[in-house]
């Protein structure tokens, strides 16, 4: 069974909407994060959360807003889309705190933006 | 500025040798060292990592050599096979902190066969 689920696999939107990307963790963790991933820059940092709270944003734009409803979600809202937001969103997740350092990551959410 | 830098940006070996990624950084605080492979339309995958204590970490056929003076680590793959063509990322975190991770933008590894 897949420990950390990302909804959908795939997502296609028009410029100007908003999207919400799904994340959920079933390996226990405190610690969850948003990771970007284009064909234009590496992975790239965006999030991190510890015990359902907000600990490191390193996006620019407000248009980007996680939200954790429990424990294991983490979940990725993002408004006013445009095509530059095109990428590969994965979400990870650690044991955190003095558990662990590693991070695990989802399947990841590829999002295309006309 | 990239705080994670790699080299080659791609790499072709043949079947059986040993492969050299590179890694170096800037941030003398950073205290742990992972090293992710991704194949094509898959997430990143942990495979191995160290932390600075230590200059070497061992996993089968996988080894990290790390030069804490230098900045520098290298990702040594001994009888490379077809299957570990992949591509290859350096990271590294901030000790502390929200523990985000900063990636390099990547080693394309191809081992022929």
């Known amino acids: 069974d897949p420990k950390i689920i990302q909804k959908p696999k795939y997502l296609v939107a028009v410029t100007g909407s908003e999207k919400i990307l799904i994340c959920e963790q079933y390996?226990?963790?405190?610690?969850m994060y948003w990771y970007r991933q284009s064909a234009k820059k590496p992975l790239e940092f965006m999030f991190s959360?510890?015990?359902?709270?907000?600990?490191d944003n390193q996006t620019a734009s407000s248009r980007f807003q996680p939200q954790s409803s429990k424990k294991n979600h983490l979940d990725l809202q993002i408004t006013a889309l445009k095509p530059d937001d095109s990428a590969t969103y994965f979400c990870?997740?650690?044991?955190?705190?003095?558990?662990?350092?590693?991070?695990?990551f989802g399947p990841g959410t590829r999002l295309t933006v006309l | 500025q990239q705080q994670v830098r790699q080299s080659p940006q791609s790499l072709t070996v043949w079947e059986g040798e040993t492969a050299i990624l590179n890694c170096s950084y800037e941030?003398?605080?950073?205290?742990?060292f992972p090293w992710y492979w991704q194949f094509p339309r898959e997430s990143p995958a942990l495979l191995i990592a160290?932390?600075?204590?230590?200059n070497k970490k061992e996993d089968g056929r996988f080894t990290i050599f790390f030069n804490k003076r230098e900045k520098k680590l290298s990702l040594h793959i001994t009888d490379s096979q077809p299957g570990d063509s992949a591509t290859y990322f350096c990271?590294?975190?901030?000790?502390?902190?929200?523990?985000?991770?900063?990636f390099g933008e990547g080693t394309k590894l191809t081992v022929s066969s």
């Open positions: 990870a997740s650690s044991q955190g705190g003095t558990g662990g350092d590693e991070q695990y």
């Open positions: 390996l226990g963790h405190n610690a």
């Open positions: 959360y510890s015990y359902q709270k907000l600990m």
């Open positions: 941030d003398s605080t950073f205290d742990y």
């Open positions: 160290i932390r600075p204590v230590s």
């Open positions: 990271a590294a975190k901030n000790q502390g902190g929200s523990a985000k991770l900063i």
